[in-house]
């Protein structure tokens, strides 16, 4: 059974910096073609991809954020990291970490945590 | 801005046939991936692949390809299946990672 958690603060001020943790079950992030990414859904908006780390330690950051964020992974604790600096009340949103499966040209997460309300308020 | 682009919303009466679009250059290149949200609810995976169900999907729930656009079809929609969709591929460099701005479907 695989599953992923999310934690972290609900409420962060201006200015800090966000660090949420990925906890999961069911699969080895040293397992190739396995990932874990970071999406993030702004309440009544649209999905967002953040950031994303491979079995192999590779890592992709979405551009129009790549300056603020880093992603890192413990295998032997199961868990990845997001790390974003400089948060501002528009990075209020539900963040959701999600297994990655690459196969050939299809490419998709097929699992999600149940997702994390970051509110970011002074 | 989204390289995935999809019609903000689409209806349908209840037990006819819908499709869902999505369109974006890297779809030449990569499937796309399908994800069923609902309200309050973490996206579930609906299709993937060339069209490939995860266990649990209903088989109403089908995939397709053509050139710069993907589809989902629901062929005799539920109510259930009242929920917003979207579509996730590579970008077109195929480095990252780009979802579709979000479909919203109604039964009627």
């Known amino acids: 059974q695989i599953t992923l958690k999310e934690s972290g603060p609900t409420l962060v001020k201006p200015t800090q910096t966000l660090t949420l943790t990925c906890t999961f079950s069911g699969f080895s992030l040293s397992t190739s073609g396995v990932g874990v990414g970071w999406i993030r859904q702004p309440p009544g908006k649209a999905l967002e991809w953040l950031a994303l780390?491979?079995?192999?330690?590779?890592?992709r950051y979405s551009p129009s954020l790549k300056s603020r964020l880093t992603i890192t992974k413990d295998t032997s604790k199961n868990q990845v990291v997001l790390t974003m600096t400089n948060m501002d009340p528009v990075d209020t949103a539900t963040y959701y970490c999600?297994?990655?499966?690459?196969?050939?040209?299809?490419?998709?997460?097929?699992?999600w945590g149940q997702g994390t309300l970051v509110t970011v308020s002074s | 801005s989204s390289e995935l682009t999809q019609d903000p919303a689409v209806s349908v009466a209840l037990g006819q046939t819908v499709r869902i679009t999505c369109q974006g250059d890297?779809?030449?290149?990569?499937?796309a991936s399908w994800y069923q949200q609902k309200p309050g609810q973490a996206p579930v995976l609906v299709i993937y692949?060339?069209?490939n169900r995860p266990s649990g999907i209903p088989d109403r729930f089908s995939g397709s390809s053509s050139g710069n656009t993907a589809s989902l079809t629901i062929t005799g929609a539920q109510a259930e299946d009242e929920a917003d969709y979207y579509c996730n591929s590579r970008d077109s460099s195929g480095n990252l990672v780009v979802f579709g701005g979000g479909t919203k479907l109604t039964v009627l």
């Open positions: 890297s779809l030449r290149s990569y499937y």
């Open positions: 780390i491979y079995w192999d330690d590779d890592k």
């Open positions: 999600a297994r990655l499966v690459v196969v050939a040209a299809t490419y998709y997460f097929d699992y």
């Open positions: 692949g060339k069209n």
